[in-house]
């Protein structure tokens, strides 16, 4: 029992899915207002009101969003949490009265000075700088600067006084993917509170930040990659050319004051694993082993088998369903929207049984 059938989905897909589920174990969904009633089956306003209710987050979302693209063209910072080294007062920027715009001016100093963002992030991390999560108050913040981190920073235009706003947005209620705008549909206002960087270091640094660019080939997969981790930290091992080995990850990130040195030779490797499974196939019947990888083949030939068939029983099902609802709706018993919205639903379940079949 609901209120309305707002309050168990306000997205389409879902409440089908909801229908059905309550259909196939028996369960009834009553609202309060009577507009769904399946004790009196009361169900075919159901697709009419699941599309109304979702259309009303989306409405309220598109007027959330007008307002912020307001407050955006009036100057007023409509972000949750500030760039590092801002505070948020009365939707202005200002800048803190704190360590944190130093923090801001050494990154952009050291880029300067030709460190990179990794050699950048290695040494804040070493010397214990806070991250910008921590500052910010963050659950789940880091106490590891991340070269991603550092080169938000690097290019975040807030840091010369300008405001530069609404460059992502969300698709929509239902899809949490993030559409992101082409730079000219930014909404920039200038100059709109203090500057941390002048605007000629910032603009020398994404120049410098461009003509360092360079097109990395694509990563070489090593056997051990994704499989080795350091016992002490638990930080995956990275692979490193020059000595044809792995390093520990917190190593080879932020130094000796996070880990060691643990190389491990990728030839050495190999053999030591080798051994082994050469010593334990010593102790083995090749006989017995054979017998039991024949009974799992035919184990899983068996399963596979029986899994097809049943497929093609709901395909054969699912198809004498749609010839019946073919002859109701020729018939007049079933309206054009509710034979639509059948069929609809009935072909994406050959679809995916199609798929799983292949």
């Known amino acids: ?3 309305e059938l707002s309050r168990l989905a306000r997205n389409g897909r879902l409440s089908y899915e909801i229908r059905d589920l309550a259909l196939n174990k028996n369960i009834h969904i009553i609202t309060l207002d009577n507009a769904i009633n399946t004790l009196e089956g009361n169900t ?6 699941a599309w109304m209710y979702e259309q ?37 920027l200002y800048v803190r009265n704190d360590a944190t715009p130093d923090i801001v001016r050494r990154i952009f100093r050291d ?40 080169r938000l920073i690097l290019t975040n235009p807030h840091y010369v006084g300008d405001l530069v706003q609404c460059r992502s947005t969300t698709k929509s209620v239902t899809v949490k993917d993030r559409l992101y705008h082409h730079p000219k549909d930014y909404i920039v206002v200038r100059n709109t509170h203090e500057p941390i960087i002048s605007r000629k270091d910032f603009e020398l640094v994404q ?26 930290c638990g ?11 792995y390093l520990c990850g917190s190593y080879n990130r932020y130094g000796t004051q996070f880990c060691t040195d643990h190389l491990v030779r ?27 990888l024949e009974e799992n083949r035919t184990k899983q030939r068996n399963l596979q088998e029986k899994q097809l068939k049943s497929i093609e ?12 609802a073919h002859d109701k709706h020729f018939d007049g018993e079933m309206s054009k929207s509710e034979y639509d919205e059948y069929m609809l639903r009935v072909n994406e379940e050959i679809q995916t049984l199609t798929q799983q079949k292949m």
Request: some cysteine.
């Open 1 to 3: 029992m609901a209120k």
């Open 44 to 49: 075919h306003m159901f697709g009419l009101y």
């Open 56 to 92: 009303e987050p989306q409405r309220i979302s598109e007027r959330v969003k007008h307002t912020f693209k307001i407050k955006a063209q009036h100057g007023q910072f409509k972000g949750s949490v500030p760039p590092l080294g801002y505070e948020v007062r009365d939707g202005k």
């Open 111 to 150: 880029y300067l000075s030709g460190k990179g963002h990794d050699r950048i992030a290695r040494e804040l991390t070493q010397e214990g700088i806070p991250t910008p999560s921590q500052i910010a108050g963050k659950n789940n913040a880091s106490d590891r600067w991340g070269v991603s981190t550092v």
């Open 207 to 232: 120049q410098m930040i461009v003509q360092r660019k360079r097109i990395r080939p694509q990563a070489e997969v090593h056997l051990f990659t994704n499989t080795l981790f350091c016992a002490d």
């Open 235 to 245: 930080r995956g091992m990275h692979y490193k050319k020059h000595v044809r080995g």
């Open 266 to 292: 990728e030839e050495e490797l190999k053999e030591a694993i080798l051994a082994d499974i050469r010593a334990m196939a010593a102790h083995l019947s090749s006989e017995k082993v054979m017998k039991n």
């Open 313 to 324: 029983n709901q395909l054969e099902k699912l198809k004498k369903r749609k010839k019946m």
